[in-house]
């Protein structure tokens, strides 16, 4: 069974950081590409990072370029996004998603959203507060 399980998250102040964990489980990360999305509440989910494992490739949104850095670690069958300088507005639900085809990696890594083919974890939340 295909399953992603994020964890890392809590509560920081701002100017934190945190390492957040998306550990997969069913298949072999080598050939995906995993994407970290974030939901504030009351808002809709949006993309934040994206890193190809066919390739290597990363792309990162506007609001976490030179703060958020994603990573994989492929014994672990884990990818890994490092958090820093962290503000008010990144507080969320952070949700890893794998995708494998064309259109997947398409859509999550250079569009950040979401289609019928892509798998999502449940989500780890980060909140930032004084």
């Known amino acids: 069974q295909v399953q992603l399980v994020e964890s890392g998250g809590g509560l920081v102040q701002p100017g934190g950081s945190l390492r957040l964990s998306c550990a997969a489980s069913g298949f072999t990360l080598d050939y995906y590409a995993i994407g970290w999305f974030r939901q504030a509440p009351g808002k809709e989910r949006e993309g934040v990072s994206c890193i190809n494992n066919n390739n290597g490739k990363t792309n990162y949104a506007d609001s976490v370029k030179g703060r958020f850095t994603i990573s994989k670690d492929n014994a672990k069958n884990t990818v890994y996004l490092q958090v820093n300088s962290l503000k008010p507005e990144d507080t969320g639900v952070y949700y890893c998603?794998?995708?494998?085809?064309?259109?997947?990696?398409?859509?999550?890594?250079?569009?950040?959203?979401?289609?019928?083919?892509?798998?999502w974890g449940k989500g780890t939340l980060v909140t930032v507060s004084s």
């Open positions: 998603a794998a995708g494998h085809d064309a259109l997947s990696v398409q859509a999550m890594c250079f569009e950040f959203r979401d289609v019928d083919t892509i798998t």
